[in-house]
């Protein structure tokens, strides 16, 4: 029997933002590739296992550069907003006396956490990939979430938009999934 769900935030709780991910924008800025960019985007802003100036290195894009596309980025993502149908589908859920939680491959640099969209209420815990270390699919992500939880693989679901992060990453870890489109 399922006792908690977890969900994901970007795309699944909150409508994606109109502008291209970060990562594009900051491919765009780099002499290196694409797929350069995103590992170091996930060993620096989701794992923290790369400093700051290690990215800059990695990307070739000058620290100043960076961190001003980072903070235009953030401040047009904050006129994203909630899907019309989350408040009234959590609602239900807690009247069934599930635990929510969430987990998200959350920049540390990301000041948008769910008190931003006024959700933080409805969660028991939220967990970020840059706190605990581990980016989803990761199983470890979800391995510390079920831990926190107390909970055995089979009494969880997992609820996102990623077929890779979301939906893979909950079934390595034993939990049941949904994926969103």
Request: proline share 3%; net charge positive; charged share 15%.
């Amino acid at each position: 029997m399922i006792k908690a769900i977890s969900f994901d935030i970007g795309g699944t709780l909150i409508k994606p933002s109109e502008n291209k991910s970060l990562i594009q924008q900051l491919s765009t800025l780099s002499t290196k590739s694409t797929e350069v960019v995103k590992r170091a985007y996930k060993e620096h802003f989701l794992t923290k296992c790369i400093s700051l100036a290690e990215f800059c290195e990695e990307t070739n894009i000058t620290q100043a550069v960076l961190l001003n596309r980072i903070n235009h980025y953030y401040k047009s993502k904050a006129q994203a907003t909630v899907w019309e149908d989350v408040p009234v589908v959590l609602e239900q859920l807690k009247r069934l006396n599930l635990v929510l939680i969430t987990i998200s491959n959350s920049s540390y640099m990301n000041p948008f956490h769910l008190n931003s969209y006024g959700l933080q209420s409805w969660f028991a815990q939220e967990i970020y990939s840059y706190e605990v270390g581990y980016a989803k699919p990761h199983v470890s992500i979800f391995q510390y979430a079920q831990q926190l939880l107390q909970m055995r693989p089979y009494e969880i679901l997992h609820v996102g938009n990623s077929y890779m992060s979301d939906y893979l990453g909950a079934k390595r870890a034993h939990w049941n999934s949904i994926l969103l489109h």
